[in-house]
């Protein structure tokens, strides 16, 4: 047994994506054709795609695990950043098998683990870019005691597609742009559309993950246009 443990300085991280910008959520894809419709929404421009990991414990559905993503990673190779939302209990145990499946960066729940600082400092370690999210009725106190890479405030309640947006997570949001600074990006999940997309910019939000916004519309393309310029990407 492993008694002593330590962490050095993290690997080179993969680069880091665009400063603003609109990832979309497979949660809503049509998984009988998945590539098609990853390849549809980069066809628009998309270069970072959400992956929502859940597990029957933390949330009540399940969805998939590490062999999804690492099905899109040898499908698009280097084109996309794989940003994997995990709503697992007990995140740190599933790290390593992420970072291999081609996890670019992964993000865990606040609420999932006693283990924060450690996890963060796994993620780093296994080389994928560290992200820490709360639950609209959890405070977002942890984030002063932590260091990551991505902030992401949950706009709706973790586990489904389809919510309606929370918008009293907006003041969460300023809050977050005023502790993490300028370079790290803080992330919207939840009821995003082009009206909400707006508002979460101008609360200082840079990536926004939308799901059925963009798969269940009838042109996934479209959508994701009409959010990138209501978000104000590039
Ligand atoms: C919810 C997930 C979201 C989900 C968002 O638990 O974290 O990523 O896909 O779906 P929409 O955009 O439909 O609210
Ligand atoms: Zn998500």
Known sequence: ???LRSFDAA????PPRPGRCVAPSILSAD??????????????GAT???CDVMDGHFVPPITYGPVVVSALREEFGDEIFLDVHL???RPELQVEEFAKAGADGITIH???TPHLDYTLSAIRQA???AGLTVCPGTPPDAFGWVEVDLALIMTVNPGWGGQPFLRNQLDKVRQMRATVGDDVPVEVDGGVNPDTAAECAEAGASWFVAGSAIFGADDPAQAFSDIAAAAGCA
């Open 1 to 3: 047994m492993q008694r």
């Open 11 to 14: 690997p080179d991280l993969t």
């Open 31 to 44: 998984f009988a054709n998945l590539a098609g419709q990853v390849r549809e929404v980069m066809a628009a």
């Open 48 to 50: 970072v795609i959400h």
């Open 87 to 89: 709503m697992i209990e």
């Open 110 to 112: 606040v609420e999932a």
């Open 127 to 129: 080389g994928c870019r």
